[in-house]
Nanobody, 115 residues
């Protein structure tokens, strides 16, 4: 049973920073595409950032220049560094790990940006 577990969410003031972490147990991690998605209340889940097995990244325009995705294959970890947070970044953030022919999701971690 593959597990994907996010951590690092919480309450932060506008302009602040948070770092989300995601631990995955799949043995195919190094060849997986990894990504962060978010879902705000009443909205559809949307892609925030992704990183392929070769290191190529894709970042949503809404967070470009503020959020950075990274990964550590040896530790089977994915990270999302979030800076200059805005109230509209408030959402549940989900980690996705996508090896060939598989798709794994974490349970999500809440990020709330509010003063």
């Amino acid at each position: 049973q593959v597990q994907v577990v996010e951590s690092g969410g919480g309450l932060v003031q506008p302009g602040g920073s948070l770092r989300l972490s995601c631990a995955a147990s799949t043995s195919f991690f190094s060849i997986s595409t990894t990504a962060w998605y978010r879902q705000a209340q009443g909205s559809q889940r949307e892609l925030v950032a992704s990183m392929g097995s070769g290191g190529i990244t894709n970042v949503a325009d809404s967070v470009k220049g503020r959020f950075t995705i990274s990964r550590d294959n040896a530790k089977k970890m994915v990270y999302l560094q979030m800076n200059s947070l805005k109230p509209e970044d408030t959402a549940v953030y989900y980690c996705n790990v996508n090896p060939p022919s598989r798709n794994y999701w974490g349970q999500g971690t809440q990020v709330t940006v509010s003063s």
